[in-house]
């Protein structure tokens, strides 16, 4: 055998349900702040350097979020949970932080008043990813 051995749990599936729609809207989040972030960053970072890098933050959150979704195991679940808790404190930091100071964010960020620009996707997806790695660690339990 190549070190694999019949008492190894199975993989936590994370890319099932609600879980594929989750992989689907960070994938699509991650596309869009990226592209985003290397845009702005390339052609107009002295304009507003703190909003695009906040943008490219949220864009390698988005990704490696949507990769440990992908990935599955029980690391990557609670790799992608602390992921969603982290992203969930910067959409509500920034988004305070740009309703009290806007003066600070010349241009917006993808977590600008707490996603407003994406529909307040920012805001519902951590809350929506933490619930579902949540229930799906409950799943897995037996």
Known sequence: MTGTTTDEAPRTRLVQGPGMLLVWLYGVMSVGAVSRSVYQ?????????LAYSLSAVAAVVYAFITYTLVRGGETARRAALVCCAAELVGVLT??????LDPAA????????????????????????????LRRSRRTTDH
């Open 94 to 99: 920034v988004g305070t932080w740009t309703l």
């Open 105 to 132: 964010f010349p241009d917006t960020t993808v977590w600008s008043e707490y996603g407003y620009g994406y529909v307040f996707i920012p805001v519902l997806l951590p809350v929506t990813g933490i619930a579902w």
């Open 41 to 49: 960053i390339a052609t107009e970072f002295d304009r507003a350097p």
